[in-house]
């Protein structure tokens, strides 16, 4: 090996390095600020705790509720990604394998909602939530997730099938399948990478989304984490140790959902990229 491919692998081992420390970084600092008082956080912020008391951990899930919080979370972001994949199953199959006219014009429309800004449309979703007396209702929650979600999702899993050779429609086809057991017998099972990528965007968007939670929900039996962790703000002093103790507890759920699934997000990507 050459001086110069040395000197590149050298530099690709240090950028990475420094990529590890800054993105965990603030997860250690989250950890052992959750231990402190707020003197400590202030004065000694890297450094270990004198006492590894958990009480800031109790005041959370007391005071505000962070297991529920994190409980109504898990139901919300489970329910949206279950729900945008079968919606992008649905959708992507027409457009991926059936030649009809609209197909074209629906899947631009699909495409051109990925440019829209979300929260431009938050007063009139608002305005929908309060004529339809859905506010305070996680259906409505979910319904608003899934939709923008959509777009993403159906450009993704189009684009995995449309990779997928057409022989194995006519070989299915032949031995008596409709277009529901091709689509979810033969065609799900191959796009499992793509599937696995989008269902971890959802579950991540809405398990960390704050703007239609605060708008939708106000019953603080209901809260997200996302609204739940603003009961800490108020008037007077506030104790940083609960709030790093929620944000602790309410990470570990999106880690190992992360974790399970992290091995399908590069594969599932780039088959939906190139193929589509």
Known sequence: MDKRAKAGKGASYFLALIWIAATTAPLILAVLSSFKDNAEIYLHPWQLPKSWDVSNYIRAIRDVGALQAIGNTLLVS?????GVLLVALLASYPMSRKNLRWVRASYTLFVLA???PIHTT??????LAS???AKNQYWYLICVYIAFNMAQSIFLVSGSMNGISREIDDAAIIDGCGDFRLLFRILTPICKPILATEAIFAFVYAYG???FSLTLISDSKMF???RAILSFYGDGDMALGPIFAFIVLSTIPSVLVYILFHNQIQKGVMNGAIKG
């Open 78 to 82: 489970f329910l949206t990604a279950g």
């Open 114 to 116: 990925v440019m829209i």
């Open 122 to 127: 938050l007063i009139p979703i608002s305005s």
């Open 131 to 133: 004529t339809w007396k």
């Open 209 to 211: 989304e704050l703007i």
């Open 224 to 226: 997200t984490v996302s």
